[in-house]
């Protein structure tokens, strides 16, 4: 979280003798410019979310508008990368939202429906559906529609089909682990990850990243259907490995699959803290393996996407190295959150 060190700097650099004053003056008054477009950002989708009114229709999902918030500040903090933060904090509250129908509510034959709405991408074939999941459906199709029309309004790009296979990508993972869990299979570590990397939704960020920014052209939509690249899986995977190691206990008491520390530990029959250590491990060579994908001269639109990734990854570390900051926010997060988007920095 670029931002938090800024804060972090300035408070350290207040007290330093040395300090000089129109250096520390300037690093100040851009901390407070940026933190007063971020709450405007943080009302525009609050008036979205508010609109939809699914926290009120849907009482069983987790309502996480400031946390959404903070993974798009996380991903990207510039500026320019405005819309990106706004479209991306949609998109994470609807993954929650989808989330919760596949984890926690929706029985086996109703997500098996679900999906296939998904898949063909029409409201009239969710008619069939329960109300609450017509209801997920309908914000979730209006939702990418309003945000492809506003970037062809801008660019005259069409970009819908690319979110759309984005968020179907993510539907499939969320049946499959809903199949493992209803048929009471534990997947191998290397199966697992195969679909986890996908329902950890680090593709919807990148996607939404590579689609709604500054940079993007027709020429680049064109690349972007041969599938994700690299960097893309290996930041997913660390991401859902952080995940685990901090809320895998917490996901299995509210009805969820087993997750990489059970996986480890039920194929190769040893202690939860070896299927800890073998996972952190894990971590460590993806970490090798996204650092790698970053070395190289690149041009902005790339340098972007890559940074892009490493800071989800960065944002996972950071919410989930002592517990679950995201579903259960602990006293740090409030202070990250409050220090970050609402309390200024006094100018001296």
């Avoid at 959404?68 to 933060?85: K, Q, T, V």
Wanted: net charge negative.
């Amino acid at each position: 979280m670029e931002r938090l060190h800024t804060r972090w700097f300035i408070d350290q650099y207040k007290t330093d003798e040395q300090m000089i004053p129109s250096l520390g003056e300037l690093a100040m008054l851009d901390f407070n410019l940026m933190q007063e477009l971020y709450k405007s950002e943080l009302k525009d989708v609050s008036r979205w979310w508010s609109s939809l009114q699914l926290y009120e229709k849907l009482p069983f999902i987790r309502d996480r508008l400031v946390e959404n918030y903070l993974w798009s500040l996380g991903g990207a903090f510039e500026p320019e990368h405005s819309s990106n933060r706004i479209a991306q904090t949609q998109a994470n509250c609807l993954v929650t939202t989808i989330d919760d129908i596949y984890d926690v509510y929706a029985s086996l034959n109703e997500l098996e429906a679900f999906t296939v709405a998904i898949e063909q991408w029409d409201i009239a074939a969710a008619e069939a559906l329960p109300e609450y999941m017509q209801i997920c459906l309908s914000a979730l199709f209006s939702t990418v529609e309003d945000q492809g029309h506003e970037v062809f309004k801008k660019k005259g790009l069409d970009i819908i089909p690319y979110l759309r296979r984005a968020w179907k990508d993510l539907c499939r993972a969320y049946l499959k682990e809903a199949r493992w869990y209803n048929n009471g299979y534990v997947p191998t570590l290397d199966e697992y990850l195969e679909n986890a990397w996908a329902s950890i939704s680090g593709h919807i960020v990148f996607s939404y990243a590579y689609c709604i920014n500054n940079y993007v052209t027709s020429d680049q939509l064109e690349k972007f259907l041969s599938g994700y690249p690299d960097i893309v899986r290996y930041s997913s995977i660390t991401f859902r490995l952080y995940n685990d190691m901090g809320t895998s206990i917490v996901e299995q008491e509210r009805g969820d699959i087993k997750k990489s520390v059970q996986c480890y530990m039920h194929h190769n029959g040893v202690t939860e803290f070896v299927a800890r250590k073998e996972i952190k491990e894990m971590i460590r060579k993806y970490w090798t393996l996204i650092n790698g994908e970053t070395l190289g001269n690149y041009c902005a639109f790339e340098k972007y996407l890559k940074n892009v990734a490493c800071n989800m990854t960065r944002m996972a570390q950071c919410n989930y190295q002592h517990g679950d900051g995201y579903g259960k926010p602990d006293r740090e997060t409030k202070d990250q959150i409050t220090s970050l988007l609402f309390d200024p920095i006094k100018l001296i």
